[in-house]
């Protein structure tokens, strides 16, 4: 591909997608004309035919609008898809939306988040800072930034931010200049089949970072790294740093909550900036900052820019998101799939509003399920009241064996729940939780209304 610029009509099969709807804004944005297929209407699929796009939600070829000359799909498509097949029949020309990425940030200086968590709230925290600090740049990020109250923000082609998924390789598409890297916890083993080939998947998109680069990861990382990785990037230049809140080059001291806020000093590698606050709670969102503003420094950002920018920083949709919050009680969402978000998510909880916690998980995917189960159940044993419900299968036809009891049968916490269907929505309304978190990637966040209305 040598640029989607020459395309006049690209259909995007699965548009609805979070990553998919920001690469369709993008395609608009260029004058493209867009139109494409999801399961069902969303919030996203409404703003983007408000935008102009064409969406149709039946898997007919008889809806496709008009002739285009581009499809742009998503792996979670099942091969059956008749609108697929329709394309593969008329040879319409198809690519996966990694190439499309991969095709977009071609020939520009970009920013590439990875890790198995953070990506989301780092890169849109770096973009945000970039916007603040006059450095002008696109970001295409798989969240919707409070910000931007969009998943995609465009000044200029100059520079671009987003971010690099390693579910099905996709990352290894990407050839960035500067690289964050925030963690590189066992996930997507239905696609590497064992976390050494994950780990590898990973060193392979570190060597990919363009000559004079910058590798910044969490500090810790070095062992999964490795020393080879390392010893090719110093051959190429690359200045790797590492950051964390008590150690690697960029750190945080004196670091504190005050009337709920966080507040700290960031150390770096030219000195210090005093004060730096982040209304976001948790340590793991002092940590994303962290990595945010050092990689904003890099670019060019004035730390003093960074200290007035970061209080204003807003969040993004379903990462710890407070959508109900009175004297007494609070709901807040969080998108946390893997043991290592829920483990950060709670203890946010807990730090922030203090206890008891009630939380409702809904795992994704039958895959992550069976490979991190014994994670899931450690995690979820945190909360006070811990409440496990059906799988959310997303892409996935069922695994014998495998259910949401996998979970539940490990822990340990002896008020646990397990709920079947939809009926854990009566039971927390009845129990009037203070503090109540839903957790997932699924679509149990489609309840939250009612819960409000009824709880609240």
């Known amino acids: 591909m040598t640029g989607l610029r020459r395309y006049d009509h690209i259909y995007f099969l699965g548009i609805g997608g979070i990553g998919m709807s920001a690469l369709a804004r993008c395609c608009m944005l260029w004058g493209i004309r867009v139109s494409g297929y999801d399961r069902q209407s969303s919030l996203i699929t409404d703003a983007l035919v408000a935008e102009g796009a064409r969406i149709h939600f039946d898997d007919d070829p008889e809806e496709i609008d008009g002739h285009p000359d581009l499809v742009i799909y ?143 990861f969490r500090s810790g990382l070095e062992e999964l790294i490795g020393e080879g990785v390392m010893n090719e990037l110093a051959q190429k230049q690359v200045l790797v740093l590492a950051y964390g809140l008590e150690g690697g080059d960029f750190h945080t001291s004196d670091l504190r909550v005050e009337k709920g806020v966080w507040h700290w000093n960031l150390i770096t590698t030219d000195g210090r900036i005093d004060d730096l606050a982040l209304l976001m709670p948790g340590r793991h969102n002092v940590l994303n900052a962290t990595a945010a503003c050092a990689m904003a420094l890099k670019v060019g950002a004035e730390g003093k820019k960074l200290q007035e920018a970061l209080p204003g920083y807003k969040g993004v949709s379903r990462r710890f998101e407070i959508r109900y919050k009175d004297d007494e009680r609070v709901l807040i969402d969080d998108y946390a799939h893997h043991p290592e978000e829920l483990v950060a998510a709670i203890t946010a909880a807990r730090e922030t509003f203090g206890g008891p916690v009630t939380g409702v998980f809904q795992p994704h995917l039958y895959s992550r399920t069976r490979d991190l189960a014994q994670g899931f159940a450690e995690a979820l044993d945190l909360l006070d009241y811990p409440v496990i419900i059906d799988i959310y299968p997303a892409r996935e036809e069922p695994i014998e064996g495998v259910s949401s009891q996998t979970i539940f049968d490990l822990m340990k916490n002896p008020n646990k729940q397990w709920s079947r269907g939809d009926s854990w929505v009566a039971g927390i309304i009845k129990q009037k939780p203070r503090v109540l978190i839903t957790l997932g990637a699924g679509d149990l966040d489609k309840h939250i209304p009612e819960l409000i209305r009824k709880l609240y």
């Open 74 to 216: 998503t792996p979670a498509i099942p091969a059956d898809s008749r609108l697929r097949a329709h394309f593969i029949r008329f040879n319409v020309p198809m690519v996966k939306r990694s190439e499309a990425l991969e095709s977009v940030t071609m020939g520009i200086d970009t920013i590439a988040v990875a890790g198995t968590h953070g990506k989301t709230t780092t890169s849109s925290m770096i973009s945000y800072l970039l916007y603040k600090a006059g450095i002008k740049h696109t970001a295409i990020l798989g969240g919707i930034a409070a910000n931007y109250n969009s998943n995609f923000h465009s000044e200029s082609l100059e520079l671009m931010v987003v971010e690099a998924d390693e579910y099905d390789r996709s990352f290894l598409r990407l050839h960035p200049r500067w690289v964050v890297v925030t963690a590189m916890d066992p996930d997507h083993l239905d696609i590497y089949g064992t976390y050494e080939a994950m780990l590898e998947g990973y060193r392979q998109f570190m060597r990919q970072i363009q000559p004079g680069g910058v590798l910044l």
